[in-house]
C-alpha cells in the first residue's frame, strides 16, 4: 500500500534528485523524467498541486536570479511609516521602490518642513524592496545635486538631474540583509554620490536587472537577466552594498524594532547593542550645546546640581532599535560640527 507523502516530502525529494542530477560531471537533468516519475507514483497530491509546488521549489531554489512577485509589490505603499524625532529629524521608512513613490517621500518632506526646521533625514530600507527601477532613479533626482548617469543596465542608462529637495542636509540609510533589489540600488546609488552614509548591515547582493513576466495565476515572474553597473563603472557587488557603519542587528530583532523602536528586547548578547532594562529605565543622551562644551574642553553639564543636558524629558521614551539610536546620535553630532565651525 503506498503511504501518502506530505507536499513538503515531495518538493525535498524533487529539489535532492535535481541536485544530485546537477553536480554529477557527465549527467544531464532530465527534468522531464523526474517530473513523470512523480506525477505517476505519488498520491496525497493533485497534479495541480503537485506541478504549483515543482515550481516554486525550482524558483525558491534560484533566489535571488528569479523569484515571484506573490506578494503584489507593486501594488503596496511605498512609505510604510513616517516620524520626526527630537522635533528635527525626518525618519521614512520605505517598503518598496515603486512608481510614485518619489512623488510621496517629497510630499512628506515639505508637509515636515513646512512646521519644523529639518536637520537630517533618515530613510530607513530594512526589509524593503522594489522592481521599479524608474523609482530608483526619481527617488535619488531628488536628493542629488547634478546631471548624470546614475546606474545603468545594457544600454539603458539611469540619470539624475541638478536639484535638491534637502540641500545641505545630511541623509542616513539604514539596510539590513533583507534590503533587496530597488532599495538596495538606490542605496548603492546614495553612497556612491556621496549623498548619504550607510548604516546597519550589508543588502541582500540582488542588483540585478530584472524582466517581469506574467503568469498564469496573475502573479508576476521576475528574472534577473543582467547586470546593474553603477556610474563608475563598476557592476553592482554580489555581497550588497556595505555599510559606512556596521551595526550588528540580528533580522529577528530588526522585525520587532521596525514595528516598535521604543521595544524591549530581553535577553541580548550585546549589551554595546541592546538596551537590556525595564521600559522605565532611560539612558540621556547629550545634545549639540553639551557636545560643543565637550569640544572646548569644558564639562558637558550645565547648572549647579551637574546634570548632564539632553533634549529629553523624564518621561520621553528612549529609543531602543540600535540601528535607529545611532543614526539619530550621529545626526546629532553632525549637526553640532556645523554648529562648531560656524
Do not use: C, W
Request: proline share 4%.
Amino acid at each position: 500500500m503506498k503511504a501518502k507523502a506530505s507536499a513538503g516530502l515531495i518538493l525535498f525529494l524533487f529539489l535532492f534528485a535535481l541536485s544530485t542530477l546537477r553536480n554529477a560531471a557527465a549527467v544531464s537533468p532530465d527534468i522531464d523524467k523526474i517530473y513523470n516519475i512523480l506525477n505517476t507514483n505519488i498520491v496525497g497530491i493533485s497534479e495541480s498541486d503537485l506541478n504549483r509546488q515543482l515550481i516554486e521549489g525550482m524558483i525558491g531554489s534560484l533566489e535571488p536570479l528569479a523569484r515571484i512577485d506573490k506578494d503584489g509589490e507593486s501594488a503596496k505603499p511605498g512609505i510604510a511609516s513616517t516620524n520626526l524625532f527630537e522635533q528635527r529629524f525626518a525618519y521614512i521608512r520605505l517598503s518598496t521602490l515603486n512608481d510614485g513613490v518619489s512623488e510621496s517621500i517629497k510630499a512628506t518632506l515639505k508637509q515636515l518642513s513646512d512646521t519644523n526646521d529639518i536637520k537630517g533625514l533618515i530613510l530607513d530600507l530594512r526589509f524593503a524592496g522594489g522592481n521599479s527601477y524608474k523609482a530608483v532613479s526619481a527617488t535619488a533626482d531628488l536628493f542629488i545635486d547634478a546631471q548624470k548617469m546614475v546606474f545603468k543596465h545594457d544600454n539603458t542608462q539611469f540619470e539624475v538631474a541638478p536639484g535638491d529637495i534637502v540641500p545641505k542636509t545630511p541623509i542616513l540609510i539604514l539596510t539590513n540583509k533583507k534590503t533587496a533589489f530597488g532599495a538596495e540600488l538606490l542605496a548603492g546609488v546614495m553612497k556612491l554620490s556621496q549623498r548619504a552614509l550607510i548604516l546597519g548591515d550589508h543588502t541582500t547582493g540582488a542588483g540585478y536587472y530584472f524582466k517581469d513576466f506574467a503568469v498564469s495565476d496573475g502573479r508576476r515572474l521576475l528574472v534577473a537577466s543582467g547586470k546593474i553597473e553603477f556610474e563608475n563603472g563598476e557592476e553592482f557587488p554580489v555581497d550588497g552594498i556595505l555599510p559606512d557603519i556596521r551595526v550588528d542587528v540580528p533580522i529577528e530583532h530588526d522585525k520587532l524594532y521596525i514595528e516598535d523602536p521604543y521595544r524591549v528586547i530581553e535577553g541580548s548578547s550585546t549589551a554595546s547593542n541592546y538596551l537590556i532594562s525595564s521600559s522605565q529605565q532611560r539612558t540621556n543622551r547629550i545634545n549639540e550645546a553639551a557636545l560643543i562644551r565637550m569640544n572646548n574642553g569644558e564639562p558637558a553639564t550645565t547648572g549647579e546640581d551637574g546634570e548632564s543636558e539632553t533634549n529629553e524629558t523624564p518621561d520621553q521614551p528612549v529609543i531602543r532599535d540600535p540601528v535607529l539610536s545611532r543614526a539619530i546620535d550621529l545626526l546629532k553630532g553632525l549637526h553640532a560640527i556645523k554648529l562648531i565651525n560656524k
